[in-house]
Antibody
Framework: EVQLLESGGGLVQPGGSLRLSCAAS????????MSWVRQAPGKGLEWVSA????????YYADSVKGRFTITRVNSKDTLYLQMNSLRAEDTAVYYC??????????????WGQGTLVTVSS | DIQMTQSPSSLSASVGDRVTITCQAS??????LNWYQQNPGKAPKLLIY???NLQTGVPSRFSGSGSGTDFTFTISSLQPEDIATYYC?????????FGPGTKVDIK
């Protein structure tokens, strides 16, 4: 059974940093791209970032480019999202999502339960 | 970036009714279109990929069709557990983008 477990969310002040983690199990992590998708309170889904299976190719939404960094450690079956210079508009539930393919930004066939990030003073 | 629109934004239907949601892309995306279900308070779930392929384990009352810019999602017989918001999503170009969602309620 595929499981994705996010952690690292919380309350942070504007301009602060957070690092999200996503622990994967139930599939060969190193064979698939992974993405982060977020959902602001009461709003729709917004793709944030993707990473190819090897970690060699990264993709970012314009809204987070230059502030967020996606990485993975395949030996630990874990995906990360380093979030710097956080803004109020980054407040959202952040979902880790497994992709159906080895390249990023395609179809998301399994999702974690999400972790809430709140940016507020 | 490719913009996705959906209609209607919400609907109410009776158990057993046929429900149809449409999704339109701002440019040709071939069949690179997915449909997701998000039950209240839950993570999204992939229902349909590549416009018309049913994800493993998804009931056959869900179906999708279309190509190019116009797509349709159908629930053939609405069930109480289908109360959810449904999103289309394109992946023909990065960034992948979602429609605004269609909220489905039981009448």
């Amino acid at each position: 059974e595929v499981q994705l477990l996010e952690s690292g969310g919380g309350l942070v002040q504007p301009g602060g940093s957070l690092r999200l983690s996503c622990a994967a199990s139930g599939f060969t992590f190193s064979s698939y791209a992974m993405s982060w998708v977020r959902q602001a309170p009461g709003k729709g889904l917004e793709w944030v970032s993707a990473l190819s299976k090897s970690g060699g190719h990264t993709y970012y939404a314009d809204s987070v480019k230059g502030r967020f960094t996606i990485t993975r450690v395949n030996s630990k079956d874990t995906l990360y999202l380093q979030m710097n210079s956080l803004r109020a508009e980054d407040t959202a539930v952040y979902y880790c999502a497994k992709e159906r393919a080895s390249v990023g930004g395609t179809s998301f066939d399994y999702w974690g339960q999400g972790t809430l990030v709140t940016v507020s003073s | 970036d490719i913009q996705m629109t959906q209609s209607p934004s919400s609907l109410s239907a009776s158990v057993g009714d046929r429900v149809t949601i449409t999704c339109q892309a701002s440019q040709d995306i071939s069949n690179y279109l997915n449909w997701y279900q998000q039950n209240p308070g839950k993570a999204p779930k992939l229902l349909i990929y590549d416009a018309s392929n049913l994800q493993t384990g998804v009931p056959s009352r869900f179906s999708g069709s279309g190509s190019g810019t116009d797509f349709t999602f159908t629930i053939s017989s609405l069930q109480p557990e289908d109360i959810a918001t449904y999103y289309c999503q394109q992946y023909d170009h990065v960034p992948p983008s979602f429609g605004p969602g269609t909220k489905v309620d039981i009448k």
